[in-house]
């Protein structure tokens, strides 16, 4: 017969030492022990029946008090044990954040292709074409076509490095623009990329090879001011926001000729080492197409009128990124290489 | 050309500062440069102590026209003071000319003097200390002022040989500044007293083409001695050293008028003679720098009765040249034609400030005017009497351009209306003559000093400039839309580079030049296409007199580069033209192509705080080939590899990447000897491909399979083979074994070792198998399975292992 005054202290035992269980297997043995089929706290529950029926109703009560609490007690710890071991298992995983992370080891695109890839999508955007030609060219495509005539001083402004007498490494990407108009008709809207040779030696300032950007637009209403009007567009996307000016000056090829200047943008016009005291910087050179070409190229020179503008890649990426000295570009130290992610 | 300030007032008032006669001048297509030059006042702005020695101190000077640092020694410097400053390029009045140099490490450009440096005095403690009435640039003694100067720099396009004179750097200024110049006087009235010129001697032109012109006038009892002060300080202004009085004026009148001139002694002149002929064949002679150079018929030469006296219009003779005892002067002043002179000068790589101006041509109006006011000079400096008359041999007389310039085509090149007016007067300001007008047309007459101006769009342009491009005002044009055509070429080589770049590799760019020999040191035989190539006449050097038949040799160049900076990876890559000098295309130039090269060396990645990685390997390569082959979309069943024989790749490790039968590129490790060869370490693995070649095998669009809609199951077998056995082998066996329900298979592990008997290798392969019908049954597979296993057997001779 149990002695139901015991129950209580039966309680308060059990929900100590549910309270020190340390695994989830320890708390499944006291399930057993106190409400298993021959548990402690089950015991009580068959005692009812010889309980005397008017304290029947108030022992079971008692009784399911005590299960409840037990069960209860075992819920909690049970909850309990469960986040230590995640806090343990998770703990085990701790990492230094300072480390740096794992590289997957991605490589880089060369800053000129980057320079050269940010003006050609300016000008494609502006629905130039992009056409390429050949490095080797006729010296009647690289000089003839372009106004340059036999033995005048413009050829010596180009150094150029001769294969025979009348084949040369191309001085400049022109000669491209002198292949598109002789299989297309007007109107066009070309850019033309590529590398240009020049018989340089290397210095900080000078290579042998590098690359170029020209463009052409021609049409039968094309004049000067479109041409300021287009190169501004362009010049204020890829260097911000700043003025421009457009200076006289000299190519064969174009007439009216100009080079174009943006606001230092190191010193924002004052005047430093960069613009050489002078507030502006040199980007382009452009002008209008000098007739002589168009009658070199079969096009009616009255009918139509077009500009043409080139730009060196070098000097824009120089300019853009702080670099002091263009063989860079073609040591092709990683170290340097990397530096342009 | 250099301007002197002083020399410019002779022929134009002028008001404003150096630098806005600089930036003017640039503004309309002059670029120009001002800077203080010669003898004059200057404030110590700033005194700093020098780095290296303590009793210099470090000053910064304002000049008039803009700021410079000078070094100076000197105990009584001080901030705030006026001094004597000397410019680089002039000369000391002891003879000493200044120059720009570095004083213990620190760059002076210029000097501060002492009255005793600049002559005035005995005095030497320090250096001069003016009052505050001297002003910065201006005089520091009356015995000095033509000294105190500015030159402005004219760094001159090739179609202005104009301003290559300070007459024509006026008159550009003038117009510039819409002011008309003075008109320029030979003061030869006020010297003519000698004798008639005919009979004094004789001129005969034989070769009229290359010079339609020869002006010459004869001074007679000159006294060859020092010029005065004053021209000396222009000719250095401009450059110049000073000679004696003959010589220098010669010299001043070419920088004056432009025109070149050239002094003879008449009594060293054979026959007393001037003949202007071709130079025979074989002739040779010797110019004043005292080289003796072997002339050819296309060379056009002064000679008397005898021999050459000067090259025409490039250099004189030492023969004939003016020295201390000469007293009868035959001056020559001549138009050459350009392209003449030009061929010549570049012929004998000789350039002098003649040969500069007559190749660009002078102004054929100006020749008598320029013998008349350097006769007068002569006169003037060194004595004599000038002899009445010019000889002056000029058969066909300079005929000026005329050409209209329409105001409405005008406006349509500039964008921009401009009144016929306005047009005239610009061009009037440059002093062309504008004969006609109406509303619509100019008519106009071109000066014979503006060579470069010929057309209508050369008035255009010199309308513009001189209006100001920045008055034009800035349009957008308006037309079809239209989606750009880019080059497919370039779409290919944006694919390829972003593939591997995702890979890991950089990119790299080289010059296309390289040394001949690189063929030979890739271990290539002469008749390899490698060997055939396209070579410059006119190199820089050797190391750039061939282009490149090859990515390899630059990138190998660029793996020593990177590992001298020890680096521990190197994985590069280059995209770029190739070149074969045969055979040539049909407008006979050599073939182009356009490919990817890449190479490899050392560790996968770099070492980390979790460890070293492997090394790098052929399968690298061909990885990286394989990337390529993705990114361009070309589908890896219409590829297949053969092994290779580049001269340059070890044997057992090169592989031919072919496309239809054709060589699209090639893959392998490099050999040891061609690394030493290029000072690399070995090993090295290369690639190159094709890039026109692949792109032209990707696809356009790729087209969606379904997804299959049954499980599949996997099956592994490992087999030990012959060592030589490759793995295409393996899988064509596997894949005509004759089992069913074979979806996919591929290699998944490849074993040497203790295990397996010498000569022989272990490889797994794995089997996908699944149906398009149903769920298949694993019995069904074993069966299957057993049927593949069993053809491996008897195809390959291959021992199964247990799995």
């Known amino acids: ?341 | 050309m250099r301007i002197s300030l002083n020399w410019l007032g002779d022929f134009l008032d002028i008001d404003i500062s150096p630098g806005e006669i600089a930036r003017r001048l640039t503004l309309a297509g002059i670029e120009a440069y001002a800077e203080a030059f010669g003898i004059m006042a200057c404030e110590v702005v700033e005194v700093g102590d020098h780095p290296h020695a303590d009793k210099l101190k470090v000053c910064r000077v304002f000049d008039g026209t803009g700021y410079r640092q000078v070094v100076c020694g000197a105990p009584n410097t001080r901030k705030g003071m006026k001094t004597a400053l000397v410019t680089p390029g002039a000369i000391l009045p002891g003879g000493i000319e200044v120059k720009t140099a570095k004083v213990r490490g620190v760059v002076s450009e210029g000097m501060l003097c002492s009255e005793k440096e600049l002559g005035l005095s005995d005095e030497h403690s320090g250096i001069i200390e003016f009052d505050a009435s001297f002003v910065p640039g201006g005089s520091v003694h009356r015995s000095l002022k033509d000294y105190a100067d500015v030159v402005i720099e004219l760094d001159l396009t090739p179609n202005r040989p104009d301003c290559l004179s300070h007459l024509g750097a006026a008159r550009e200024l003038g117009a510039i500044l819409g002011r008309h110049i003075k008109p320029v006087s030979t003061g030869l009235d006020k010297v003519l007293d000698g004798a008639p010129v005919s009979g004094l001697a004789e001129i005969e032109v034989k070769a009229p083409d290359k010079c339609p012109r020869y002006c010459a006038r004869i001074i007679e009892g000159v006294k060859i001695g020092e010029c005065p002060g004053w021209v000396r300080a222009r000719l250095e202004a401009a450059g110049i050293r000073s000679i004696n009085n003959v010589v220098d004026a010669t010299n001043y009148v070419l920088l004056e008028l432009g025109q070149p001139l050239h002094a003879f002694d008449l009594d060293r002149l054979a026959g007393a003679k001037i003949i202007v002929r071709p130079a025979d064949p074989g002739e040779s002679f010797t110019t004043l720098d005292g080289i003796t150079r072997k002339l050819s018929r296309d060379d056009l030469v002064i000679a008397d009765a005898d021999r050459p006296v000067a090259l025409a219009g490039i250099m004189g003779g030492l023969d004939s040249e003016v020295t201390k005892e000469t007293t009868r002067i035959l001056l020559e002043s001549a138009w050459f034609e350009p392209r003449s002179i030009r061929r010549t000068s570049k012929r004998y790589d000789l350039n002098t400030e003649s040969s500069r101006r007559f190749s660009a041509g002078v102004d054929p109006e100006g020749i008598d005017r320029a013998a008349d006011r350097c006769a007068a000079l002569i006169s003037d400096w060194a004595g004599g009497r000038v002899a009445r008359g010019r000889i002056d041999v000029y058969p066909k007389p300079f005929k000026p351009i005329e050409t209209d310039l329409r105001m409405d085509r005008l406006a349509r090149i500039l964008g921009k209306d401009i009144e016929a007016g306005e047009a005239a007067a610009v061009l009037e300001g440059l002093d062309f003559s504008v004969t006609e007008s109406d509303t619509n047309t100019l008519h106009v007459r071109i000066p014979g000093f503006r060579p470069d101006v010929e057309r209508e769009i050369d008035l255009i342009e010199e309308v513009a400039r001189l209006y100001g491009y920045n008055k034009i005002p800035a349009t957008r044009p308006v037309g079809y839309l239209k989606h750009p055509e880019i080059a497919k070429e370039l779409i290919f080589e944006r694919k390829t580079r972003q593939a591997l770049v995702a890979a890991g590799a950089s990119q790299a760019y080289n010059y296309a030049f390289v040394a001949p020999d690189f063929p030979e040191r890739l271990q290539a035989p002469a008749d390899h296409p490698v060997a055939d190539l396209v070579q410059a006449a006119n190199p820089i050097k050797v190391e750039f007199s061939a282009l490149r038949t090859t990515l390899l040799p630059g990138l190998l160049y660029n793996v020593q580069t990177n590992v001298n900076q020890r680096a521990e990876s190197v994985f590069l890559f280059e995209i770029g033209t190739v070149f074969k000098n045969t055979p040539r295309n049909d407008e006979n130039l050599p073939v182009e192509r356009r490919v990817v090269g890449g190479v490899l060396w050392g560790s996968a990645r770099e070492e980390k705080w979790f460890g070293r990685s492997r090394d790098m390997d052929f399968y690298d390569a061909k990885g990286a080939v394989e990337t390529i082959l993705g990114g361009l979309k070309v589908d890896l069943g219409i590829v297949t590899w053969k092994k290779a024989n580049q001269p340059w790749l070890n044997p057992h490790a090169a592989a031919s990447l072919m496309m239809d039968h054709s060589v699209a590129g090639w893959v392998g490790e490099i050999l040891p000897s061609v690394c030493s060869e290029f000072d690399v370490p070995w090993p090295v693995f290369a690639f190159e491909l094709d890039i026109g070649i692949i792109g032209l095998a990707g696809k356009e669009t790729i087209e969606y399979k379904s997804l299959p809609k049954f499980p599949s199951i996997r099956r592994d077998v490992a087999l030990i083979v012959d060592e030589d056995l490759d793995a295409a082998s393996i899988i064509e066996a596997a894949e005509g074994s004759g089992a069913g329900f074979v979806a996919h298979l591929d290699v998944f592990d490849v074993y040497k070792g203790e295990t397996i008997p010498p000569g022989k290798k272990s490889i797994a392969i794995k089997i996908v198998y699944r149906s398009n019908e149903g769920s298949l049954e694993s019995s069904r597979i074993d069966e299957e399975n057993k049927v593949l296993v069993q053809a491996l057997r008897d195809k390959l001779n291959a021992e199964i292992r247990d799995s």
Request: net charge negative; glycine share 8%; charged share 25%.
């Open chain 1, 1 to 341: 017969m149990q002695d139901f005054s015991r129950l209580d202290d039966l309680v308060q035992q059990a929900l100590g030492i549910i309270e020190k269980a340390g695994s989830e297997n320890e708390l499944k043995e006291l399930k057993v022990t106190y409400l298993g089929k021959k548990g402690k706290v089950t015991s009580y529950f068959k005692a009812l029946g010889s309980a005397p029926a008017q304290e029947r109703k108030a022992l079971g009560q008692q009784v399911n008090r005590a299960r409840q609490a037990i069960e209860n007690a075992l819920a909690v710890r049970e909850e309990a044990i469960k986040l230590d071991a995640l806090d343990q298992k998770l703990e085990a995983r701790k990492v230094d954040v300072t480390l740096p992370g794992r590289p997957f080891g991605r490589g880089t695109v060369h800053i000129l292709d980057q320079v050269m890839d940010r003006i050609l999508d300016l000008f494609s955007g502006l629905g130039f074409d992009v056409v390429l030609g050949p490095e080797v060219e006729t010296s009647w495509n690289n000089f003839d076509a372009l106004n340059f005539p036999p033995d005048h001083p413009a050829r010596d402004m180009q150094d150029t490095v001769f294969i025979e007498d009348e084949i040369v490494l191309r001085t400049h990407t022109s000669p491209v623009q002198v292949r598109t108009m002789k299989s297309r008709k007007p109107p066009l809207r070309v850019v033309c990329p590529g590398v240009v040779y020049r018989r340089d030696t290397p210095d900080a300032t000078h290579a042998p090879a590098f690359f170029q950007v020209e463009g052409l637009m021609v049409g039968e209403h094309v004049s000067f001011a479109e041409l300021k009007g287009t190169l501004n567009l362009f010049a204020r996307k890829l260097f911000g926001e700043g003025d421009t000016r457009f200076r006289p000056s000299f190519f064969p090829f174009t007439e009216p000729s100009a080079e174009m200047d943006v606001r230092c943008f190191a010193c924002g016009g004052e005047g430093c080492a960069l613009c050489k005291q002078s507030g502006w910087i040199e980007i382009l050179g452009c002008g209008m197409v000098d007739p002589a070409v168009f009658d070199a190229v079969g096009y009616d020179n009255e009918k139509y009128t077009g500009w043409a503008f080139g730009m060196g890649v070098e000097r824009i990426a120089m300019l853009r990124h702080a670099i002091d000295d263009i063989r860079l570009f073609a040591e092709n130290d990683l170290r340097f290489l990397k530096q342009f992610v």
